[in-house]
């Protein structure tokens, strides 16, 4: 079962991360970065991390990549790239996705390169929510505020880059 | 345009704390809608739409429906075509032809009378304006209804027939 | 495992029974309840040899239509995203039910049943996640349309989307706080607790303000009035699925209606106790089912008996009405309830009042399913009447109130309840 969703989700992510590379709208490049999170989430779910590959979902697919689509569809509007022609990458795209899965799954039996091992015994509440919370509000707490700090600055160097003097909401 | 008495400004009356909350407010409305909705499911039978095919409104006597023409006792038409229901009729939807009656008493008699359906508004000046009342809209028919636009005129025949439903 | 496969495949295929099902019944209510709102009959005109069932062949009717009519599609359309939108919003509404538990565990022949179709411990999260996806379906048709109004209506839904999930994950982290897990079954298990011995523990008790902003949200992703911004036809026609016709619209329309099903279940399963029945555990109901099942098919006699004479009152009056097929209908009803009337009344003879252990377990699940499922019809009802009711906001006022009242709301909320917990459970 953690095989079949280690090749399906890598293939996911592979085949989305390429085409997204290839494809010419920005809108079908931000559908193919969604296929890759969610393979990165099947990926995340393989290694007993259900907690993980939600937010993944939720955070990257789920709220991230929408904001994304919104702000490219208002810029490019609901203008079809007629002019891009029929989309050529998938032709790579598709010879890449069976090479890769070939490759990871003869690599079993090339001596001295096995497949990264899937976790056997795991800890008790190994990647659940409440082991991950112990995590970043205990061991990680600094890091972890102090990456909120980073965000936090970042929102705000963003609206005063962003915004003309007048406009500031403390002016 | 400017209107002379009225406020430029529309002062808008403030809202209390339960308006612009909006659930107390949505609550409110939602027991009127509720209120309809049970009297109407407790009494079916009083609602004010009718079930058409099968009943009917009923209308004054005064309804101005389809055309006929009035018949002699003889059977023929009572029309002399004096032309002056065509001439009135604010559609000009009337077309008489004139032809001369065997009888001196009568003078004209019409040799075709066709009304076309589809131009006429109904407006019954056509009845008014009879001197001898050939023409009248007392049937009460108003499902006219026909697959092709040919049939809405109709002829001196259909119009004398008077036992007709709506069909052309 | 094949004993878990079939187990996992028989509940996946009851969940899509009672959606499917739900999705025409709800189609119905709709067109029947706005219709008795404003002092209308409604659709009652389609019948199936003169059974016009209150207009519920209607959806039938409407079902027929669409799958036999012309797919006209934009010739400038981006043709995969066009094709895909549909299937992709179904799915999502589709795939949302997973982690709703309809009943408790159900024991039977030694063996204990879960009755949910995955038990994650990250149902809640799973939940937002998934109902998150939902936007890509409604954005994608629109701009894949290229039509102004379906891409303002994709717009629209992109917008409302991100703005209102953040109110919803705010309420849900309330209700996370208060019970302290992320499972669903664990979630509405200990929703069946009482507090000071009478009062329900229902999401809404514990958290009444993270109710209200988790309302506001569901019906905002549910793009339902007053939150209508992506179909709003006086603005924009029909918004996202102006392009769309037959069985793609069909599936955009009855996807709508799946949604509007998930909301009333995650209102019901997260706020008014799941498949609890409030003063009625299922020990209760175990212990005293031979008894409850007797008043049960009891009552069930008498009430189809009086719609038997309802019905055959209504034959009598409406005798003469239509001189047609449809004339026999309210007989023939009549007869049906007369005849389930009678069935309930003879199955009194087989001593229900001597219910065995596995029978005892499989009523106290009936009983808990059905009341969830009655819980998840009155929401959906909800859901209705307040679209008949309230006129929808508008655009800026929608934005307004997701980023300006709830979400500060929601912040207030979550912070109260954590101190009102620290305090709480002060060692």
Redesign the interface.
């Known amino acids: 079962m953690e095989g079949f969703l280690f090749y399906l989700g890598g293939a996911m992510m592979l085949l989305g991360g390429v085409a997204m590379v290839a494809s010419r709208s920005a809108v079908s490049a931000a559908c193919w970065l969604v296929l890759s999170f969610l393979g990165s989430a099947a990926l995340f779910a393989a290694l007993q991390a259900p907690f993980l590959a939600v937010l993944q979902i939720l955070v990257y697919a789920g709220a991230i990549m929408v904001l994304f689509l919104f702000v490219i569809m208002m810029l490019e509007g609901p203008v079809m790239p007629a002019e891009a022609g029929r989309p050529k990458f998938w032709i790579p795209a598709g010879a890449l996705v069976p090479a890769a899965i070939i490759l990871v799954a003869t690599a079993r039996w090339v001596p001295g390169a096995g497949l990264p091992g899937f976790p056997g015994d795991l800890p008790p509440g190994f990647g659940q929510p409440v082991r991950v919370a112990q995590l970043l509000l205990g061991e990680y707490l600094l890091a972890f505020e102090l990456i909120s700090i980073v965000l936090v600055v970042a929102i705000i160097g963003a609206l005063a880059l962003g915004s003309n003097e007048r406009t500031l909401p403390w002016k | 345009m400017s209107y002379k008495g009225l406020p430029e400004v529309v002062t808008r009356r403030r809202r209390s704390f339960w308006e612009s909350a909006y659930?107390v407010e949505?609550c409110k409305?939602?027991f009127?809608?509720?209120r309809?909705?049970v009297r109407?499911?407790l009494h079916?039978g009083e609602?004010?739409?009718v079930?058409y095919p099968?009943?009917r409104r009923e209308y004054g006597p005064r309804f101005r429906g389809r055309h006929r023409l009035m018949k002699r006792a003889d059977g023929s038409p009572r029309c002399v075509a004096c032309m002056m229901c065509s001439t009135v009729c604010p559609a000009d939807c009337i077309t008489i032809v004139a032809g001369e009656h065997p009888d001196p008493a009568i003078e004209k008699f019409p040799k075709t009378f066709t009304i076309d359906l589809l131009r006429c508004v109904y407006c019954g000046l056509c009845e008014e304006a009879c001197p001898c009342d050939a023409i009248r809209m007392d049937t009460g028919i108003y499902e006219i209804a026909a697959d092709n636009r040919e049939s809405f005129v109709v002829d001196k025949e259909f119009l004398l027939d008077n036992d007709k439903d709506g069909t052309l | 495992m094949v004993p878990v496969v079939f187990e996992a495949l028989a509940k996946i295929v009851f969940m899509f029974l009672v959606i499917m099902s739900f999705v025409p019944l709800l189609i119905w209510a709709e067109r029947k309840g706005s219709a008795f709102i404003q002092d209308r009959t409604g659709p009652n005109r389609a019948a199936i040899l003169g059974l016009r069932l209150a207009g519920l062949v209607h959806p039938i009717a409407d079902v027929l239509k669409l799958v036999f009519k012309e797919d006209v599609v934009p010739a400038q359309r981006h043709r995969v995203l066009y094709a895909f939108a549909p299937w992709l919003v179904m799915t999502v509404a589709m795939s949302t039910y997973a982690v709703i538990p309809f009943g408790d565990h159900l024991r039977l022949g030694g063996r204990e049943y879960q009755l949910v179709v995955a038990d994650l411990e990250v149902g809640l999260l799973y939940v937002l996640a998934v109902s998150s996806l939902a936007t890509y379906g409604v954005a994608l048709g629109g701009w894949a349309s290229n039509s102004k109004y379906t891409f303002l209506g994709a717009l629209r839904s992109a917008a409302s989307m991100i703005s209102y999930e953040i109110t919803m994950g705010l309420a849900l982290m309330g209700l996370f706080l208060v019970f302290g897990t992320f499972r669903l079954t664990e979630l509405v298990h200990q929703q069946g607790d009482l507090i000071w011995g009478w009062l329900p523990r229902w999401g809404i008790v514990v958290q009444p303000v993270g109710f209200l902003l988790f309302i506001a949200a569901v019906y905002a992703e549910t793009n339902r009035t007053p939150f209508d911004m992506t179909e709003r036809d006086s603005e924009i026609v029909a918004g996202y699925h102006t392009e769309y016709s037959s069985l793609k619209f069909a599936l955009f329309f009855m996807a709508e209606y799946a949604h509007m099903v998930i909301g009333a279940a995650l209102i019901a399963a997260l706020y008014f106790g799941g498949y609890q029945i409030p003063w009625l555990r299922r020990e209760l109901i175990e212990d005293q089912a031979g008894l409850l099942l007797t008043g049960l098919l009891a009552a069930g006699a008498l009430l189809h008996g009086w719609l038997a004479s309802l019905y055959f009152r209504r034959a009598r009056r409406e005798k003469g009405w239509y001189r047609d097929a449809r004339e026999r209908e309210p007989g023939v009803l009549g007869a049906v309830a007369l005849v389930i009337g009678l069935a309930l009344l003879g199955s009194l003879l087989l001593r229900p009042w001597s219910l065995g252990a596995a029978g005892a377990s499989v009523l106290a699940t009936l009983l808990q399913t059905g009341f969830f499922i009655a819980k998840i019809a009155c929401f959906a009802w909800l859901f209705i009447w307040v679209r008949w009711t309230v006129p929808s906001f508008r655009y800026d006022q929608v934005m307004r109130l997701g980023w300006q009242i709830l979400l500060p709301v929601g912040l207030v909320n979550l912070v109260v309840t954590a101190l009102w917990l620290a305090a709480a459970h002060r060692p």
């Open positions: 659930f949505i409305g939602l009127v809608t509720g309809h909705l109407n499911l079916t609602m004010p739409t079930q099968e009943k």
